[in-house]
């Protein structure tokens, strides 16, 4: 069964570095997303991704945070200049529809 | 703040009985319901969603919505020890984003 990938699993990296978190989505999709959940907490929508552009966007998804397609497959989030309180589960999902149905397996970011 | 309320948990039910999990939405232009289960350490799985007032059943669950009430609710009938988990509900108003609730968790006894 086609399913969501990302990588790293696991990335650590000190404050006020930049990070990449990368996903694959299954292909024929046309809606993608990113979802965060910081430890113990509720999911949070971050970004819509429709059609080779942003559809909508959450007030956490400020100028720090980045979105591309950049090759058909890929789909990535670019955080410019982490900061501690972004140390969370970034979950990408995809789907054919406007319902975020498959989840990937997340990257767990550790913010030092 | 749009809300999305749920108890925390834990739900505690026997296997073979039915859980009934609730959830109650601040936002009057709600305008489709999601169910996801989340085991720990995993992502989110979408078990089902609804939009118009009544029940859908899919299997051993069914959502019932009730927007006059802006509540929603997710019943899983016999029960299993696989079932235990986060259950999360999510709600959609006309846009993109799901706003989640915090989850309830789930125990299923043998």
């Known amino acids: 069964e086609p399913e969501v990938t990302q990588t790293p699993s696991h990335q650590v990296t000190q404050m006020g570095q930049e990070v990449i978190l990368r996903c694959v989505p299954i292909s024929n999709h046309l809606y993608f997303y990113w979802y965060r959940q910081i430890l113990g907490q509720k999911v949070e929508f971050l970004v819509s991704?429709?059609?080779?552009?942003?559809?909508?966007k959450s007030e956490i998804f400020d100028d720090q945070f980045s979105v591309e397609r950049p090759d058909g497959s890929n789909f990535t989030l670019k955080i410019r200049s982490t900061k501690l309180e972004d140390s969370a589960m970034y979950f990408c999902?995809?789907?054919?529809?406007?319902?975020?149905?498959?989840f990937g397996p997340g990257t767990r970011l550790t913010v030092t | 703040q749009k809300e999305v309320e749920q108890n925390s948990g834990p739900l505690s039910v026997p296997e073979g009985a039915i859980a009934s999990l609730n959830c109650t939405y601040s936002d009057r232009g709600s305008q489709s319901f999601f169910w996801y289960r989340q085991y720990s350490g995993k992502s989110p799985e979408l078990i089902m969603f609804?939009?118009?007032?009544g029940d859908k059943e899919d299997g051993r669950f069914t959502a019932q919505l009730n927007k006059a009430s802006q509540y929603v609710s997710l019943l899983i009938r016999d029960s299993q020890p696989s079932d235990s988990a986060t259950y999360l509900c999510?709600?959609?108003?006309?846009?993109?984003?799901?706003?989640f609730g915090k989850g309830t968790s789930l125990l299923v006894t043998p």
């Open positions: 609804i939009y118009s007032n």
């Open positions: 999902a995809s789907s054919e529809e406007v319902v975020p149905r498959y």
């Open positions: 999510a709600v959609r108003g006309s846009g993109y984003a799901l706003n």
């Open positions: 991704f429709y059609n080779n552009e942003i559809s909508e």
